[in-house]
């Protein structure tokens, strides 16, 4: 039993370490996702459209839920995986075929989720100095890629100054590092579900969007009613190249979290090893 306390001592100090480390990485400690559920969102904040158009958040509150997506359009990571799986979750649920589509139907009872029936989109943009143009050209290719035309009035890609945009991300918990000498933005990767009368009623954490969940969060958010918090430990940020040095940073959170597991499943798979080999050697001794 002495090499067993010494395992689960090693295990606690290690996952101590692990806590340690994770509070003190400069990265991971100015960027994170608090879930201000009913909470209200900015509604008078002064942004700009991908037109060049003076706009507030609240010209977007027509009596639908908002899916809220804090990303900067150059960034060719984060941003863009998690833009392209929220595409093809809307594909899927708006476009189902084959087989997978049946399953997928018959396991969720969806019905398609629709840019401008079911919910509107708003982007906004973290990066100050990206323009309205760029906006622009970055809503043409999502367009593009959606295939619905009937979308492009409901999806909106916001631009800002840096005060204005900060007015929008501590309200809704986003909190990202921005270092405009290196150029270089670190941030988590999610979402804000917001109902029509502008509470933020639910988050997605991560890069993906299961359709079941993404319905469950809008069917609440529809009702102005708040749902439960997100599982966070499907949390990532952004993996970003310094456009400078070219090297690649990735966010080490997750890497932690997964280092302390991996502990711990040692320790429970060396402790079971341990007590099957001593009784393993009581039997054999009764046995003679």
Not at 151 to 162: E, Q, V
């Amino acid at each position: 039993m002495r090499g067993v306390r010494l395992v689960v001592a090693g295990a606690m100090i290690l996952c101590a370490g692990f806590a340690a480390a994770q509070d003190s990485n400069p990265i991971t400690s100015s960027m994170g996702i608090t879930q201000k559920l009913g909470d209200k969102i900015p509604t008078d904040v002064p942004l700009k459209d991908e037109a060049g158009h003076d706009v507030t958040l609240g010209q977007y509150m027509q009596g639908r839920p908002i899916v809220l997506f804090p990303i900067f359009y150059k960034c060719q990571t984060g941003c863009a995986v998690i833009t392209h799986e929220f595409l093809q979750t809307l594909l899927t649920a708006s476009h189902p075929t084959g087989i997978k589509a049946l399953l997928q139907r018959s396991q969720t009872n969806n019905t398609g989720l629709k840019v401008g029936t079911d919910f509107d989109v708003v982007m906004v943009d973290i990066d100050p100095r990206e323009t309205p143009d760029l906006a622009a050209a970055k809503k043409n290719l999502i367009m593009n890629a959606l295939g619905d035309p009937d979308a492009d009035a409901h999806w909106h890609m916001l631009t800002g100054t840096l005060d204005n945009i900060h007015r929008v991300t501590d309200a809704i918990g986003f909190k990202y590092y921005y270092n405009p000498a290196l150029d270089v933005i670190r941030h988590p990767t999610g979402s804000v579900i917001v109902s029509p009368n502008g509470t933020i009623s639910g988050y997605t954490i991560g890069n993906d969007f299961p359709t079941k969940v993404l319905s469950a969060e809008l069917s609440i958010a529809k009702q102005n009613q708040v749902g439960e918090p997100a599982d966070e430990s499907r949390m990532f940020g952004c993996i970003q190249i310094d456009r400078k040095t070219h090297k690649v940073t990735l966010v080490v959170e997750n890497i932690l979290r997964l280092g302390c597991v991996l502990t711990l499943l040692t320790m429970v798979i060396g402790i079971s090893l341990m007590i099957r080999s001593e009784r393993k050697a009581k039997g054999g001794v009764s046995g003679h």
